[in-house]
């Protein structure tokens, strides 16, 4: 059967509005869908961490000293000859404690003389000074024949100071016996004075 002409027009029109109308449910349906990933803001697990803050080391107070690269030697001029002292350790003077024991080793020998002219090492002395207390820590008597070439060796061990001493001040004394003339068996005394200052390691507390 064959539709008058008008309609089959209006048939059309009303497919294409409900198509039409199909599609704009279609399009609010989904600008109106919510998304399936939560949205809300996630840790970036490959963010470096914050570093972390150490509680600081106290580093231990302590001055350098003469004894740090383990040899000093000293001069000391006396009239027309000098004495040159060289004392040495094994120890790490730089690790000295109040409460530790240091080993120092001294040399000694004669310097600008020359070997007619007998000398010898009467007394040789160590008296140690912490701040606080002086104790005798060497005493060697005799008559030791430092002629030159000839030098005066020994070892001095140093006994535990008072807690808390920030340096030990070594004095350290040789009396000398020098003979006026070649043979002669005559002599005059010269002394001869030296310093020796050890710092201590403290951990930043003193007497």
Known sequence: MRLPR???VGIAA????????GCDSLEQLTSSSRPLV???PTSNSGAEPAPSTSASVAVPARASGALDPGTVTHRLKQGNFSVQLTYWTADN???YTAESIKTINVSAHIEDADSTHRVTVSTFEVIQDDGT???TVATDS???DVTPPYPYNTVVTLPAATAGAAALTLSVRLDLLVETTPKSNSYYRSTALDT???PLLTNGTTR
């Open 6 to 8: 008008s309609v089959a």
């Open 14 to 21: 009303a497919v294409l509005c409900g198509s039409l109308t």
């Open 38 to 40: 939560d949205d809300k």
């Open 93 to 95: 003077a730089k690790l």
């Open 133 to 135: 207390k002086r104790d």
């Open 142 to 144: 005799g008559q030791f």
């Open 196 to 198: 020796l200052t050890l």
